[in-house]
């Protein structure tokens, strides 16, 4: 390989820069060993527009990898299809369940208006999965870790009934650099501990980068100092939490683990070296 990895933030909450927009979501488009991927699509109402500002084309997508089903991660598939309709789509079978959360106005569907049928490349996972050389998909991560419990406010339709949603399509992107691994969350909706733990149980690389989102936004402070206690038994460089992390637990990591967690916006990028 020996290329230069380079990650761009597409789509995420906040922005600073001119000419780009931020909305609820989250999108990484992903240079790797001369191929193009994008991970996660946003809600799709301003990822065009910011790859566009960007200068990334749509056309030169190797393909396009979801964490989960969620709108605010697989709502702009849609338009990348409409431009670029053969481009290989990697996720969980369970991306297409319809999905809901309950607040007090009753059920609020969360799932993305795509149908597998639409799709014409559709590539499924459930187990870890090489995309290419260098580059994984988790698959579906062992819940092992009892304080990272599933909240029954997300919910899912199966055979007509709602359940809590077991997120089995939550997965993450693992990339090999010559640094050590980068680990790309969507959601986190596993647990951002299972997810590490999996990775470490299947790679004997070190981890460089943590980046995305890790759904600690309204979680409780007791959670949130576990999750701490947690990272600060993981040997990493730099965390870079996004998205749902929350401003309570980017501010207990930032006091924890100092200079090694950094924020990024919109436009934002990592570049690394590639695997010799």
């Known amino acids: 390989m020996g290329d230069e990895v380079e990650i761009t933030l597409v789509v995420?909450?906040?922005v600073y820069k001119s000419q780009l927009l931020a909305?609820?979501?989250l999108s990484f488009w992903i240079d790797y060993d001369d191929s193009s991927y994008l991970f996660d699509t946003g809600q799709g109402q301003v990822l065009?527009?910011?790859l566009k500002t960007?200068?990334?084309n749509i056309s030169e997508l190797s393909g396009v990898l979801l964490s989960h089903g969620h709108y605010d991660h697989a709502g702009g598939?849609?338009?990348i299809l409409e431009q670029q309709p053969e481009v290989p789509v990697y996720g969980h079978p369970d991306l297409f369940l319809p999905k809901y959360s309950q607040n007090t106005a009753g059920e609020v569907f969360r799932g993305f208006a795509m149908t597998k049928d639409e799709i014409n490349n559709f590539n499924p996972n459930t187990d870890l999965t090489a995309v290419q050389s260098g580059l994984w998909l988790t698959g579906e991560v062992p819940r092992k870790n009892e304080r990272e419990t599933l909240n029954d406010h997300y919910q899912v339709k199966e055979d007509r009934e709602l359940k809590t949603d077991p997120f089995r399509d939550d997965q993450s992107l693992v990339l090999d650099t010559e640094e050590g691994l980068v680990?790309?969350?969507g959601c986190s909706h596993a647990g951002v501990i299972n997810i590490l733990e999996h990775v470490q149980q299947n790679f004997?690389?070190?981890i460089?980068?943590?980046i995305g989102g890790m759904h600690l936004v309204n979680a409780s402070r007791d959670r949130i100092e576990w999750t701490i206690e947690q990272l600060q038994k993981i040997d990493f460089t730099q965390l870079i939490p996004l998205h749902c992390t929350g401003e309570r637990a980017v501010r207990a990591m930032q006091s924890a683990f100092g200079e090694r967690v950094e924020t990024l916006s919109v436009g934002d990028k990592i570049k690394l070296k590639g695997k010799k």
Request: cysteine-free; glycine content about 4%; charged content about 10%.
């Open 12 to 14: 995420e909450n906040s």
């Open 23 to 25: 909305e609820h979501g």
């Open 48 to 50: 065009t527009h910011n």
């Open 54 to 56: 960007l200068n990334l």
């Open 77 to 79: 598939l849609s338009a």
């Open 183 to 185: 680990i790309i969350l």
């Open 204 to 206: 004997a690389q070190e």
């Open 208 to 210: 460089y980068t943590i």
